[in-house]
Nanobody, 124 residues
Framework: QVQLVESGGGLVQPGGSLRLSCATS????????IAWFRQAPGKEREGVSC???????LYTDSVKGRFTISRDVAKKTVYLQMNSLKPEDTGVYYC??????????????????WGQGTQVTVSS
């Protein structure tokens, strides 16, 4: 069974940092893409970043230069390092697994499996 478990969310001040983790199991880690999404109340779910099985990655424009996606292959874990956080970064962050072609020119909304989410709140 494919499982994705997010952790690392919390309350931070603007300008602060958080590192989210997505622990995965139940599939061949480097055959698939892993993506990070977020959703604020009343807004559409937004793709934040994704990484293909070959390590290629992309980011949505609003987080470029501030967020970094990375992975530990041995631990089958994907991370999202979030720096210089802004109030508009607030939301529930989800990791998701899907086919490699879901992470090409943009982040497809149609990932196959999803974690439960972790809350990130950026506020003074």
């Amino acid at each position: 069974q494919v499982q994705l478990v997010e952790s690392g969310g919390g309350l931070v001040q603007p300008g602060g940092s958080l590192r989210l983790s997505c622990a995965t199991s139940g599939f061949t880690f480097d055959y698939y893409a892993i993506a990070w999404f977020r959703q604020a109340p009343g807004k559409e779910r937004e793709g934040v970043s994704c990484m293909r099985g070959d390590g290629w990655r992309l980011y949505t424009d609003s987080v470029k230069g501030r967020f970094t996606i990375s992975r530990d292959v041995a631990k089958k874990t994907v991370y999202l390092q979030m720096n210089s956080l802004k109030p508009e970064d607030t939301g529930v962050y989800y990791c998701a697994q899907g086919f490699d072609h879901y992470c090409e020119r943009d982040i497809s909304p149609s990932y196959n499996y999803w974690g439960q989410g972790t809350q990130v709140t950026v506020s003074s």
